[in-house]
């Protein structure tokens, strides 16, 4: 089992930065890949970001291509998020999740999941 928990979410104005992070406890060791997803009131959970834990690869949705980025830590078993030039949009809970098989934009392929952090940007 895999126990994630994030943390950083705040509330900010329009074109500032935060950074979330996610650590990730457990039997980590057949992890292969994170992501970051976003959920909106009354909306589907969105894809934002997912980075392969072995490689660093990495894969953004369009919406966040050039502001996020996405990174992991190995040593600290820390994934992040850093969320840069924010919008009014981007408002949401992110969560935290983690697979043993491949990186999906498709948040039904990912077993394990944390809480989820508050991410709030005013106009």
């Known amino acids: 089992q895999v126990q994630l928990v994030e943390s950083g979410g705040g509330l900010v104005q329009a074109g500032a930065s935060l950074r979330l992070s996610c650590t990730a406890s457990?039997?980590?060791?057949?992890?292969?890949?994170t992501a970051w997803f976003r959920q909106a009131p009354g909306k589907e959970r969105e894809f934002v970001a997912w980075?392969?834990?072995?490689?660093?690869?990495?894969y953004y949705a369009d919406s966040v291509k050039g502001r996020f980025t996405i990174s992991r830590d190995n040593a600290k078993n820390t994934v992040s998020l850093q969320m840069n030039s924010l919008k009014p949009e981007d408002t949401a809970v992110y969560y935290c999740?983690?697979?043993?098989?491949?990186?999906?934009?498709?948040?039904?392929?990912?077993?394990?999941w944390g809480q989820g952090t508050q991410v709030t940007v005013s106009s």
């Open positions: 457990g039997r980590t060791y057949n992890m292969y890949s």
């Open positions: 999740a983690a697979t043993n098989g491949p990186a999906t934009r498709s948040y039904v392929n990912y077993p394990y």
């Open positions: 980075v392969v834990w072995t490689d660093s690869h990495t």
